[in-house]
């Protein structure tokens, strides 16, 4: 197995060592080391300071490099960790893994396929992404970490490496309710939404959103209007603005303290389509219950309503009027395996606080 051409250089210059004795973990060590040691190590150190948090670069290297591997997402990654078993150490050794059958058979496998190239790119990537995070006074938390959260790892979509923006107490010790929506959420419904909210902030609740225009974006801004916690959940990296229209509220929540950023993306990564999908899978798994305010049956925030079935949580709506923008809400209201429900906002109803008293 050869090095590559970088790395090989940097060895050549520092160690007179014949290059088939280095092991795949000896050898990538080199480059990304010897860049901490050009003056930016003490510069993470001083954002460790400032409560910022990073992983070791090798831990965080390792995932990146497992993550090439086609099928080892988060559930493998999971139950690595229940196992006890380092991403690192399984590089080295991969017979460490704790998986039978064919499935285990292909991870081994394709592990035993990685390069020498393929783990330095992963050690690179974690090198770039951790000064990239200190640069936007941001974390990077991967389990272990006591910021990462426990509603996340328990849930199907335990995403082993969450980038972070804002003070992650602000998703502690508390239940959560996402609260979704169209991006063209009419007025009726967005004042339900700023409506639930207010309930659902009385409650303690978290308010969690995805940061889109509409229904995201009331959500957020009732949540600190009525002196709760909101967790933005990004479908790009914490270096970009999406929505570019939202860029106003985004400075405002930056600089909340009951206001966080979350994305399972890398900083520069920019949305997409598929992005979006996946955002929405993380919004639900950070909470209890998902309520979506108003979408059209073949609407983005009807992907929420199925992740929410597929963790199997409870998904409410507001009540459907007829028309096509509330499609949707119909779909919801007439789902059994969710709750069917379809919540009352007229001032004598209890529906809303009696369905947050049983999120769990």
């Known amino acids: ?14 160690h007179a060592l014949v290059k088939s004795q280095l092991s795949i973990s000896d050898a990538v060590r080199v480059l990304p080391e010897e860049r901490l040691s050009e003056g930016h190590l003490s510069e993470i150190s001083r954002s460790r300071e400032n409560q910022e948090s990073y992983p070791d670069i090798d831990h965080l290297g390792a995932i990146y490099t497992l993550e090439r591997i086609k099928g080892f997402g988060p559930m493998k990654f999971r139950a690595m960790h229940d196992a006890e078993i380092d991403p ?28 020498i190239e393929d783990v330095n790119d992963g050690r690179n990537r974690a090198v770039d992404q951790i000064e990239r995070a200190r640069k936007n006074s941001a974390s990077i938390l991967t389990y272990g970490n006591q910021d990462y959260p426990e509603r996340v790892y328990n849930s199907n979509n335990p995403v082993p490496v969450l980038h972070v923006r804002g003070d992650p107490e602000v998703w502690k010790d508390a239940g959560s309710v996402a609260v979704v ?9 967005a004042t339900y939404a700023r ?35 909101t967790v933005c959940v990004m479908p790009c990296g914490l270096d970009n603005v999406f929505p570019p229209e939202n860029r106003a509220l985004w400075k405002r929540l930056l600089s909340h303290p009951r206001a966080i950023f979350v994305s399972e993306f890398g900083f520069g990564q920019r949305a997409s389509s598929l992005l979006l999908r996946k955002r929405n899978k993380l919004i639900v798994s950070f ?10 049956v073949d609407g983005g925030a009807m992907n929420a309503y199925r992740f929410g079935r597929e963790q199997k949580k409870p998904v409410a709506t507001f009540r459907p009027d007829g028309s096509a923008e509330t499609s949707g809400n119909k779909v919801i ?24 008293q049983k999120l769990y």
């Open 333 to 356: 209201k007439e789902d059994i395996r969710t709750g069917g429900l379809a919540l009352d906002m007229s001032g004598n109803s209890s529906m809303p606080e009696e369905w947050l």
């Open 195 to 229: 409506q639930f909210v207010k309930i659902a902030v009385a409650k303690g609740k978290v308010i969690v959103s995805g940061f889109a225009a509409g229904a995201d974006s009331a959500g957020h801004t009732a949540a600190l209007e009525f002196g709760g916690r």
């Open 88 to 115: 690192q150490a399984v590089i080295e050794n991969p017979d460490l893994l704790p998986f039978s059958g064919l499935t285990g058979r292909k991870l081994r496998h394709a592990m035993k396929s990685l390069s």
């Open 287 to 296: 909470a209890q219950g998902v309520l979506v305010a108003q979408s059209a």
């Open 1 to 14: 197995m050869e090095l590559d051409n970088i790395t090989n250089r940097q060895w050549g210059n520092r």
């Open 181 to 189: 929506g169209s991006r063209n959420t009419r007025d009726l419904y």
